[in-house]
């Protein structure tokens, strides 16, 4: 992006207060400290801060230009007035968007954006210069600005579209306008504010709200809800999963150390050999998911299936690492009831020769499911072998009560620690996963600093 100044106050139908309307912009940050040359600041009003606040730090530290609901902001450097901040970034965005005629592909679902979002664009890597969301930049304000740092040498773009609240997926669709797009899941992540899986599966749908009339949407059809969008969605909906009605589908599973082989059918009897390097039946569907986005954007089968054979799991996202023998699985980055099940299969599937121990923390923004969904995801690691469980947190002792007496909680990450430290010993095989204010990451760290 590099656009004037006047166009944004154009795009975002605002009113310039001072400064030059010539200044150029390259990015949008909320950030105050991430200031510097081209970059514009957005100060949102949040409901523990007011971004306004640090509107004159912003300038401090180079901001090109900042944003305001305030007429009587210190005018310390180029403002634009607007009635509010992140709306008007929205309509820069669709604005931005307009700019380009490239596929770009929406990625929703209840968990797994992030990664299925990753595998897709490494997919497609294999014919186009890709442009993607950074981390999981999946909100209101994080997929304008993924949008506006389209350049014109990208070719395509995968963007993550998240929602926790009715409403939002309309809004960042109309920014998106996604020429294709796939759903992985309806789950009961953010379920508090959603109420229902129904409820969940009707807001993610509109992300097909801008779909062109030749635009397809590609959905998980293991999941017991999405393929009910081929009667309710108006447009083309293709399904992949491992059940053999899906349109691409996974057959001759073969379960590798770091990942898995197996054979991709789809349509019209078109097969491909294809490793995902990444554990879990959960990434089989990712796999699928990317190659049936590549053939449907013209990148040839080979080509794609040695693309994804090249994937690398993002940060905190079943991360598998060996540490002094200890085998330590990082899903510290979030956790969900499903994703939590997702992550014990894998552990369970670890042929090491230990014990498989699991670490399980709070898992939020559950609502009144919060007791039902952790007692469940207990019950489910007896189930599936884990020897040694570690509950961490307040929801976290309905987690231990589903596990069974022999349950260890703790309500801090320094408690489970110490225990850990002196339960783990080489040949196990440990998972570790929480929501992400739970910090568990600083578990991994430990038990990767100790055992080294």
Known sequence: MRVKLSEIVKAAEGKLLCGDENTLVTTFSTDSREMKAGVMFVPIRGEK??????????????????FTEEEAAPQTGPLVLVDDC?????????????????????????????????????????????????????????????????????TAA???????????????????????????NIGVSHIEYMKSRENILAEKAHIADYLPEDGALFVNGDDDLLPSLKQTCGHRVITFGLSPQCDWRASALREADKGTFFTCEGPGGERQELFVPAAGQHNVRNALAAMAVARYLKVPAENAARAIGAYKAPAMRQQIGETGGLTVIDDSYNASPDSMRSALDVLA?????????????????????AREGHFTVGKYAREKGVELLVAIGPLSKETAAGYGQSAHWFATNEEAFAFLKEALQPGDAVLVKGSRSMKTDEIVAKLKENFA
Not at 357 to 368: C, I, K, S, T
């Open 49 to 66: 801060t007011d971004g306004h606040k640090y509107i004159g730090m912003a300038f401090e530290n180079g901001a090109a230009a900042s």
């Open 158 to 184: 995968v963007i993550e579209m998240g929602v926790s609240m009715p409403g939002e997926m309309a809004r960042i669709a109309a920014v998106v306008k996604p020429t294709c797009a796939v759903m992985t």
């Open 349 to 369: 599937s670890r042929k090491n020769p230990g014990k498989k121990a699991a670490v399980l923390a709070d898992m939020l923004e559950l609502g009144e499911f």
């Open 86 to 154: 992140r709306g008007a970034l929205q309509r820069v965005g669709a604005w931005y968007r307009s700019q380009f005629s490239i596929p770009i592909v929406g990625i929703t679902g209840s968990v797994g954006k992030t990664t299925a979002k990753e595998m897709v664009a490494q997919a497609l890597t294999a014919q186009y210069s890709v442009h993607k969301t950074a981390g999981n930049q999946n909100s209101q304000v994080g997929v304008p600005i993924t949008v506006c740092g389209l350049r014109k040498e990208h």
